[in-house]
């Protein structure tokens, strides 16, 4: 763990208690960063040990998906990313599921609110984001070499502090609950379900699939998108073996999305409702 406990901030304190949990990862603490994603990025392709985690106070250039900015104010939230460096292809398009059911049980039993998944990486309560999940693969050769994955949990934020145009869409623990909840509490369960889910979708990968789709709030709901510059509508029905979601459209056919289709204009995104 390369922190000093002087400069830990107080609410990190889990991370001090359960040290083996913690000696399970190779952790790096920042004050500062422009973007976890960035600073494990860097470690991985320098060749740091598999599952080294990043975690920052706060961010300055935290990302989205699509290039979208990711709000990182310091003091309040979770910004994390861990290296996987031992991946191996077929698995690395069910990571981000294995990594949201994490990040799912870890909030529901420390913070004690109803999360739900939401395709492709995100994840929601009363019907709200409150985590996104951000993965960088870097392959050689048709090889992954590592992949970074960053998830960010609004946390201890409070409601009038989120930017103006994603206020209204966007929720937090502390919202949720009504009352604050130690970082430190969170990212320890993270990290102790992470170990489990890692080591399930090397083994039994079906049953993140299975996880994933009971607490989704995307299967069984109507979903449309583009697809080769035709908007299609329909109903999300599962995840496929590589974690494409399955449509049911109206017509009767049946089409998989990867989540990489391109972003219309006229829809601006994957939408459900
Ligand atoms: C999304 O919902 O678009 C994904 C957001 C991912 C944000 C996290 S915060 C930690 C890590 N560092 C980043 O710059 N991004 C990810």
């Given at each position: 763990m390369i922190f000093s406990h002087a400069n830990l901030?107080?609410?990190?304190n889990a991370l001090r208690l359960f040290p083996d949990i913690v000696n399970s990862y190779s952790v790096h603490f920042f004050e500062?960063?422009?973007s976890t994603n960035d600073k494990a990025r860097m470690l991985a392709a320098a060749?740091?040990?598999?599952l080294t985690v990043i975690i920052a106070d706060?961010?300055?250039e935290g990302r989205g998906r699509f290039g979208r900015k990711w709000h990182s104010p310091p003091g309040v939230n979770i910004y994390m990313s861990i290296v996987l460096a031992k991946i191996s292809n077929p698995l690395i398009t069910l990571l981000n599921y294995a990594v949201a059911l994490a990040v799912a049980r870890a909030v529901r039993e420390s913070a004690g609110i109803d999360v739900r998944t939401k395709w492709p990486n995100d994840l929601y309560c009363s019907g709200k984001k409150f985590c996104g999940i951000l993965t960088e693969s870097v392959s050689s050769g048709g090889r992954i070499l590592y992949s970074v994955t960053g998830i960010g949990i609004n946390v201890n934020q409070a409601k009038e502090e989120l930017p103006d145009n994603i206020r209204e869409n966007t929720t937090g623990i502390s919202i949720e609950r009504g009352g604050g909840v130690a970082r430190g509490d969170i990212i320890i369960q993270v990290m102790q379900y992470l170990n489990y889910y890692l080591r399930l979708l090397e083994t039994d990968p079906k049953v993140i699939r299975k996880e994933w789709c009971e607490i989704s709030?995307?299967?069984g709901s109507r979903v449309n998108a583009v697809v080769a510059d035709t908007l299609i509508e329909g109903e999300a029905v599962s995840l496929d073996e590589h974690g494409a979601l399955i449509v049911r459209l109206d017509t009767g056919e049946s089409i998989t999305l990867t989540g990489r289709e391109p972003v219309s204009p006229r829809l601006k995104k994957f939408t459900e409702y």
């Amino acid at each position: 763990m390369i922190f000093s406990h002087a400069n830990l901030p107080f609410d990190f304190n889990a991370l001090r208690l359960f040290p083996d949990i913690v000696n399970s990862y190779s952790v790096h603490f920042f004050e500062s960063l422009g973007s976890t994603n960035d600073k494990a990025r860097m470690l991985a392709a320098a060749g740091c040990e598999n599952l080294t985690v990043i975690i920052a106070d706060r961010q300055t250039e935290g990302r989205g998906r699509f290039g979208r900015k990711w709000h990182s104010p310091p003091g309040v939230n979770i910004y994390m990313s861990i290296v996987l460096a031992k991946i191996s292809n077929p698995l690395i398009t069910l990571l981000n599921y294995a990594v949201a059911l994490a990040v799912a049980r870890a909030v529901r039993e420390s913070a004690g609110i109803d999360v739900r998944t939401k395709w492709p990486n995100d994840l929601y309560c009363s019907g709200k984001k409150f985590c996104g999940i951000l993965t960088e693969s870097v392959s050689s050769g048709g090889r992954i070499l590592y992949s970074v994955t960053g998830i960010g949990i609004n946390v201890n934020q409070a409601k009038e502090e989120l930017p103006d145009n994603i206020r209204e869409n966007t929720t937090g623990i502390s919202i949720e609950r009504g009352g604050g909840v130690a970082r430190g509490d969170i990212i320890i369960q993270v990290m102790q379900y992470l170990n489990y889910y890692l080591r399930l979708l090397e083994t039994d990968p079906k049953v993140i699939r299975k996880e994933w789709c009971e607490i989704s709030m995307t299967v069984g709901s109507r979903v449309n998108a583009v697809v080769a510059d035709t908007l299609i509508e329909g109903e999300a029905v599962s995840l496929d073996e590589h974690g494409a979601l399955i449509v049911r459209l109206d017509t009767g056919e049946s089409i998989t999305l990867t989540g990489r289709e391109p972003v219309s204009p006229r829809l601006k995104k994957f939408t459900e409702y």
